[in-house]
């Protein structure tokens, strides 16, 4: 394949059949017109000067800040299991103190 080619393969309902379901295109593009359009772009302005350092803080941060998240969140789903399984043992030993056989 080219630049500008494309092939593929579609699918279809069976209450909806396509004849055709392969392609094979090619964009035929105006080379010319495409050049004149270039020409006329404009830089685009720096608004603020990135060094690497910046980048790799703000990643370390991000990723600090994604792990802080999921820790806290793994700790409340365990307290919160904790809790479900210390209420289901009261609920135990209360039925079982409570029930007629118990007396």
């Known amino acids: 394949m ?3 080619e494309f092939v593929g393969i579609v699918a279809d309902n069976p209450d909806t059949k396509i004849k055709l379901k392969m392609f094979h295109i ?16 404009r ?3 720096i608004v603020t000067k990135v060094v690497a350092q910046e ?27 904790d809790v479900n399984a210390y209420e289901s043992r009261s609920e135990v030993k209360w039925e079982e103190k409570n029930s007629p056989n118990s007396i």
């Open 26 to 41: 090619e964009i035929q593009n105006d080379h010319e017109a495409i050049a004149k359009e270039e020409h006329q772009y």
């Open 2 to 4: 080219s630049s500008g």
């Open 43 to 45: 830089e685009t302005p």
């Open 55 to 81: 980048i790799q803080d703000n990643y370390d941060l991000i990723k600090s800040e994604g792990l802080h998240i999921i820790r806290t969140e793994l700790k409340a789903i365990k307290v919160e299991q």
